[in-house]
């Protein structure tokens, strides 16, 4: 029987709305000014346009087998082994399908991890797993200390599991760990041997791997591009191909060895676009190898740099928001950074908000069931190919100077990630690109979170380091405003208060409101406590109020009318007042020397260095 509901057609009675259609209506808003003051860059300087046509045509890429769900990984990094079989356990039961195996030292530990990857550790950890139950355990072996890889491979055999009934990513990845430290032990030649002995040996046992990992977190978590990351993961996978087949191994088994892991972040399109790129360039690798291509298994993992130590539930929205865009584009294994890890080691409800966000996605927004939904976008498909673009250049730049080892000892990519991070970072300082709770709409009165209590594991130094170069360190972009709030909770601990600054407003609540709430939201992105007040008129009655707040400066705060009737005045007052130094909001325009006469000495604005501002300010209260 047919319903009324069967034959509704969603914006049927609307006629079709063309490009053309929508570029009139652009044109009107812009009133004059030109179409490309919307378009945006990426820090590829990939163009993103505000309007695409529809991508007629696009095949979808192959990622996931139909409607299969990504596997959902979880972090197992407490350096105590029984507390991590108890989190193991835990996790399993309540959602995980995989367990990521973190051992201290590693490149993703966040200083945490097990102390040890001995099979008396591994037996530890794991006991009560059944490694043929269709449970993935994903190992990070550690360049340089036990060989988790080997140990975790006997712990199987002598529990009397079949080793190709097991779902074990060994993860070898020596390159992407010196890439992090900065340093070898013997040049990567001297290192491919013994990486092909590992993985054939364990190959021989039965496990079916994948067993190294290329892995572009270190390229991510620096502050690097997308495409700079992609292009490192396609370097890192190609000197493992070669170093297996190297080692005798036939490229078609050898490839099969080789998994992708990326980062997602809470750049949609991007980082739905970076998964899409990764398969398409992978497979060009394949062809170039005389290979037919086929869907390799590509990892996530949440973004390390973009975690907040304050206002930290906002990292469960951009947990989100990476998950939806890795789980879309095609991820075959998802691991969510807990909300908390940037303050310490995750407690029971982080780790479970971490799971449940995977679990949310999957069993309630069913985004498994829709294979590659941006395939025909054409803003997305125009993102794939640019990425596609950009990194396919970088990475032939780094074959030319002789594979990744040599361009990482040459600092070639060390150098483009630096060069990106430091445009990121001025970002943040400026306030271009916002870390919600961080570097905008701070909480000066927020409660602590719970973490538990371990400490960060201390290991002793490697052995001997032959070769050393630049490292490509893990940051937090949010570090640097979280520095400031850190002196100003110091300074609250040790006199009871925190330093003030008056917001010294101008006229009426309509002239005063919206730059008062901005500069509010600056000064207290640095710790330093606004202080509202009534709009002044007398510079008499400010001068007293600024006496009475104990503010050691002073920020006017109205509309460009008000200022030019009020703000010479008022800064006098206040800087008999005693003000230290006194800021205006806005821009001063052709009034500036008439106002820095009258004692204005910063102007704050959308776009000026905040950071650098705030870390003034500071000096000056010191």
Request: with cysteine; aromatic share 6%; charged share 25%.
């Amino acid at each position: 029987m047919t319903t009324k509901t069967d034959e509704l057609m969603l914006a049927g009675d609307f006629p079709p709305a063309s490009y053309e259609d929508w570029r009139k209506l652009v044109d009107g808003v812009l009133k004059g000014a030109p179409f490309e003051k919307l378009v945006s860059k990426t820090a590829d300087g990939l163009k993103i346009d505000p309007i695409y046509r529809r991508a007629r045509g696009a095949m979808p890429v192959a990622g996931r087998a139909a409607a299969a769900p990504w596997q959902i990984m979880q972090r197992i990094d407490h350096p105590d082994a029984k507390a991590a079989n108890a989190q193991a356990l835990h996790d399993l039961e309540n959602g995980a399908t995989g367990l990521e195996i973190e051992f201290a030292g590693g490149p993703g530990a966040r200083g945490f991890g097990l102390a040890h990857a001995t099979k008396e550790t591994l037996a530890r950890v794991l006991d009560g797993v059944f490694f043929d139950a269709g449970i993935t355990i994903a190992l990070h072996p550690v360049l340089g200390r036990e060989n988790a890889g080997a140990n975790l491979a006997d712990l199987v055999e002598s529990r009397g599991f079949d080793p190709a009934k097991t779902e074990i990513r060994f993860n070898y990845q020596p390159l992407s760990t010196m890439a992090t430290r900065g340093a070898a032990a013997a040049p990567w030649p001297e290192m491919e041997r013994p990486l092909a002995k590992i993985i054939g040996e364990l190959m021989g046992r039965g496990f079916k791997g994948p067993f190294a990992l290329a892995d572009g977190r270190p390229v991510h978590d620096a502050g690097g591009s997308e495409a700079q990351e992609l292009a490192f993961a396609l370097a890192v996978a190609i000197a493992y191909l070669r170093a297996l087949e190297a080692g005798g191994m036939a490229l078609d088994v050898a490839r099969a060895a080789v998994s992708f892991r990326l980062v997602a972040d809470a750049d949609q399109f991007l980082t739905l676009a970076k998964f899409r790129a990764l398969r398409l360039l992978w497979a060009r690798i394949e062809q170039s190898c005389g290979l037919a291509p086929k869907p390799v298994f590509v990892a996530a993992e949440t973004a390390w740099r973009t975690l907040t130590q304050r206002d930290p539930y906002v990292n469960m929205l951009r947990a989100t928001m990476a998950t939806f865009s890795a789980g879309l584009g095609g991820a075959n294994a998802i691991t969510v950074l807990p909300h908390t890890l940037a303050l310490g080691l995750p407690d029971p409800f982080a780790r479970r908000a971490a799971r449940n966000t995977q679990l949310v996605l999957l069993e309630e927004s069913n985004l498994a069931k829709v294979g590659d939904p941006a395939a025909g976008s054409g803003a997305i498909e125009a993102l794939t190919r640019q990425l596609c673009e950009a990194a396919w250049s970088l990475f032939q730049e780094i074959e030319k100077t002789g594979g990744i080892f040599d361009a990482l000892e040459q600092n070639l990519i060390q150098r483009k990630v630096a060069a990106t991070r430091a445009a990121r970072e001025a970002d943040i300082a400026r306030r271009r690109e916002v870390l919600t709770g961080a570097s905008e709409f701070p909480n000066l009165h927020e409660a602590d979170v719970a973490v538990l209590g371990a400490r960060p594991v201390v290991l002793p130094p490697d052995g001997e380091t032959k070769l050393r170069f630049d490292p490509l360190p893990p940051i937090r972009l949010a570090a640097p405003f979280e520095a400031l709030r850190d002196k100003s909770d110091e300074k609250l601990k040790a006199s009871g208060a925190r330093p003030k600054i008056l917001l010294a407003n101008l006229g009426a609540p309509a002239d005063f409101t919206a730059r008062a709430a901005f500069a509010k939201s600056v000064f207290e992105t640095g710790g330093i406590e606004a202080i509202d007040t009534q709009g002044f008129s007398d510079p008499a009655a400010l001068a007293a109020a600024f006496k009475a707040s104990g503010a050691a400066m002073a920020c006017l705060c109205s509309s460009d009318k008000a200022y030019a009737e009020h703000a010479a005045a008022a800064a006098k007052a206040l800087q008999a007042a005693g003000a230290r130094h006194i800021y205006l909001a806005g821009r001063p325009g052709e009034r500036e020397a008439a106002l820095r006469s009258a004692g204005v000495g910063e102007f704050i604005f959308a776009g000026g260095d905040a950071l650098a501002m705030l870390r003034d300010a500071w000096r000056r209260m010191e």
